[in-house]
């Protein structure tokens, strides 16, 4: 059958399983959207700018599994999706953009927005295409579905000029892809799971520290099996939150530069460190040269380019984590570690880490803690990047899987509105709350718009401090109180959204904070919180940049206090 | 930091020597010489390519490069038995008096002369770095007019190719990450 180019990517897309395209349209992706309209099933949701499409398909990928999709014009359509596959690549979400470019005779000629994309997302896709004739339209794209979700999931883009759409070739849907360059391992080493089950079955002190692999690859079961059979304490990355539950009595939450001081002093005391779906970044590491210098590293990952790229390892497993866990978990016996626990209650004890100080004034980690307590834990929370990410991160027990949604590796701030919208639509059961800080906010809040069109219901919690917050506390911090540009003002937030046709509450004292998340709760549509916070507080605990895991900075009052309470050691001498 | 050899096996497609390069650029490195051209499987090419820096830089971004899609298999050859050779052509300035005296040299070395004009002779010479320098440096009195180098190809030698042309083998070769 003749199909257009257009009509090819469409069917593609529904041959996917794909049911909602975010994007926005322009010149030379219109023949694509003027295909839309005979293919009823695919819900496109128009955002306000590229970044958010972008933003809200790796939400709504993380959120579902599946591969999120974004349409985007050429030039500085193309163009402002960039931040957003970036984040998706940092990250390794599995969205599918697709960019109308330039007509073929005028590519390479400056013409009227045009801009080479491909070439400018070489470094930050998984893979990308420019296609040059629309007979190889339905090939290129099931190769970039299969390419962006299988193995160590990321963003492809395909880029397609206008003539390209318009051009009638036969259609037909291969049924299978055949790269003879790209074949990612599953299975893990038999010989090297053996040695990871000795080294586990002879371990001490061994702990668990869990990334965002474990969620990617839906090892939850796996990961748990190991942990209570072997009785491993389990810590994990900020994108690990969610892979295991936070209640649970093995786990001793998130490490790394925000993570929780007992945390980080296991990595530091361990004898053998089991390395789930994550990747040593640095944040989470803090100085290299001092993670875990005591423990025999096992690392289990699917990208073998991860092995030895910042740690060194002891016994590197290629595969993915459910496979590999499955197999590992034959092998390994059922233990104790009394003395292990025992220590790491001590430090839990000694290091509270996120007990919050007292304060008249409404503390931002308090907020959390409300929002927590008024949803059960039975949100999924979606944040942008910054002081308030770190209290979502910290201050909410994330029990169910895959519930906090988060932009790690790049740091994007104004992920949280885009991404919530696309967590949203993609889990529409779902209670979503976005808690984003007044400047990440500030960078995306036209998403608004997006809100009400789409009629999308997400919470919105701005913890509001006036600051560009973390830059800010590193001013106060490492510059010696030089706020230099980290003042930020804002609009009326309330007004703001109204303007928007959204209901919204500002919430200033401890006791209003309750009753406006429940009044968030009972509204069926969005709503938007103002939380204006203590300006100066920080987010502790803090590993201090260069400086090792354990050097950890503590919240000054709660550490006087527990210091007073008992005499123990300092945290310096252990 | 060592001179070390990659072989590659990529698809012959627009934009895979930009995908590769840019992995060598984005962390500083200087590529010494790239060479590609058609290998024994339709479709594919064989690149060689020549970089100095540490075994683990080198590695690390052996592994990047083997995460290409466009890459089927890429190894470093640097520490085993191989075979390299490297094609030079040198426009030397000849005279009636130098010409003689330039074609014995060009005889030693097994070079041939390709070109010959009034003023200059072309001289094409194969042969591993070492030997197109020594060439190079004793023609280099004569006045040279124009050099131009293809960079080192390489392969192992006999048995067999650690780049086999089995496509189906799996893609992350046995070079097993240390245990």
């Not at chain 1, 309209?37 to 499409?53: D, T």
Request: with cysteine; net charge neutral.
């Amino acid at each position: 059958m003749k199909m257009t180019g257009g009509q090819i990517v469409c069917e593609g897309l529904i041959k996917e399983g794909v049911e909602v395209i975010f994007g926005i349209l322009g010149g030379a992706i219109l023949p694509l959207y003027d295909t839309l309209p005979r293919y009823p099933q695919l819900r496109h949701v128009l955002v306000r700018h590229e970044q958010c499409a972008a933003h809200a398909a790796d939400g709504y990928a993380r959120a579902t599994g599946k591969v999120g999709v974004c349409f985007a014009t050429s030039g500085p359509g193309a163009t402002n999706l960039v931040t957003g596959i970036a984040n998706a690549h940092l990250d390794s979400s599995p969205v599918v953009a697709i960019t109308g470019q330039v007509a073929r005779p005028f590519i390479g000629k400056d013409a009227f927005q045009e801009v080479d994309i491909t070439g400018i997302t070489l470094p930050i896709t998984k893979h990308n295409y420019l296609v040059l004739d629309a007979g190889s339209l339905a090939r290129t794209v099931k190769e970039a579905f299969y390419v962006a979700r299988t193995g160590r999931p990321g963003p492809v883009l395909i880029d397609i000029p206008r003539d390209v759409f318009i051009e009638e070739v036969e259609y037909h849907y291969p049924g299978r892809v055949d790269l003879a360059g790209y074949k990612p391992t599953l299975q893990g080493h038999p010989a090297q799971i053996k040695k990871a089950a000795k080294l586990i079955n002879e371990a001490r002190q061994p702990l668990i520290i869990a990334g965002r692999g474990v969620i990617i690859s839906g090892a939850y079961a796996e990961l748990k099996r190991l942990a209570e059979t072997a009785q491993i304490p389990v810590v994990t990355t900020l994108l690990g939150i969610g892979c295991f539950p936070e209640s649970h009595i093995l786990s001793f939450g998130m490490v790394g530069m925000h993570g929780m001081a007992y945390a980080n002093m296991a990595v530091n005391a361990a004898d053998v460190l089991i390395a789930i779906g994550m990747r040593f970044d640095d944040r989470a590491t803090a100085k290299v040269s001092a993670f875990a210098p005591h423990a025999k590293i096992i690392h289990i990952d699917i990208d073998p380019a991860e092995i030895g790229k910042n740690v060194r390892v002891d016994v590197p497993i290629v595969g993915d984590v459910k496979v590999v866990l499955g197999a590992l978990n034959k092998l390994i016996l059922s233990t104790q570690h009394v003395d292990w626990f025992t220590q790491l209650d001590d430090w839990r004890k000694e290091h509270p880490s996120i007990v919050i100080r007292e304060c008249d004034g409404l503390l931002p980690q308090y907020v959390v803690r409300q929002i927590y307590e008024v949803t059960r834990g039975e949100a999924t929370i979606v944040t942008g990047v910054g002081q308030h990410q770190m209290w979502a991160a910290q201050h909410y027990w994330y029990d169910r899987p895959n519930s906090l949604i988060s932009s790690g590796g790049l740091g994007t701030m104004g992920f949280g509105l885009p991404a919530a919208i696309g967590v949203k639509i993609g889990r529409p059961e779902e209670t979503v709350w976005c808690i984003d800080g007044d400047g990440s906010f500030q960078m995306t809040m036209h998403e608004l718009a997006t809100v009400v069109q789409e009629k999308v219901g997400v919470k919105i919690a701005i913890i509001d401090n006036g600051y560009l917050g973390m830059p800010r506390q590193w001013q106060e911090l490492l510059y010696s109180k030089r706020y230099v540009a980290s003042r930020l003002s804002g609009p009326d937030y309330v007004k703001l959204a109204e303007a928007y046709g959204i209901p919204a509450l500002k919430v200033k004292y401890k006791e209003e904070v309750a009753p406006a998340i429940e009044r968030a709760m009972a509204e069926p549509g969005p709503f938007l919180i103002d939380f204006v916070v203590e300006p100066e507080e920080n987010v502790y605990p803090m590993v201090p940049p260069g400086a090792a895991l354990v050097e950890v900075l503590e919240e000054p009052e709660i550490r006087a206090k527990v210091r007073s309470d008992s005499a123990k050691l300092p945290l310096s001498n252990i | 930091m060592a001179k070390h050899t990659l072989v590659a096996l990529v698809a012959d497609k627009p934009g895979v020597l930009n995908r590769m390069a840019s992995l060598f650029r984005r962390r500083g490195f200087n590529i010494e010489s790239i060479a590609v051209g058609r290998s024994e499987i339709p479709d594919l090419s064989r690149m060689t390519i020549v970089v100095e820096g540490t075994t683990g830089m080198v590695e690390q971004v052996r592994k990047q490069l083997d995460k290409v899609v466009d890459v089927v298999r890429v190894s470093d050859i640097t520490d085993t038995d191989l075979v390299a050779r490297e094609l030079a052509l040198i426009k030397v300035r000849a005279t009636s008096a130098t010409r003689s005296e330039i074609m014995q040299i060009v005889d030693i070395f097994r070079a041939n002369i390709i070109d010959v004009a009034a003023d200059s002779l072309t001289v094409e010479v194969t042969g591993d770095e070492d030997k197109i320098d020594s060439l190079f440096n004793l023609l280099r009195g004569f006045g040279i007019k124009e050099l131009s180098r293809t960079g080192r190809i390489a392969m192992p030698r006999g048995g067999v190719s650690p780049l086999p042309a089995d496509k189906d083998s799996p893609k992350t070769r046995s070079k097993q990450p240390r245990t």
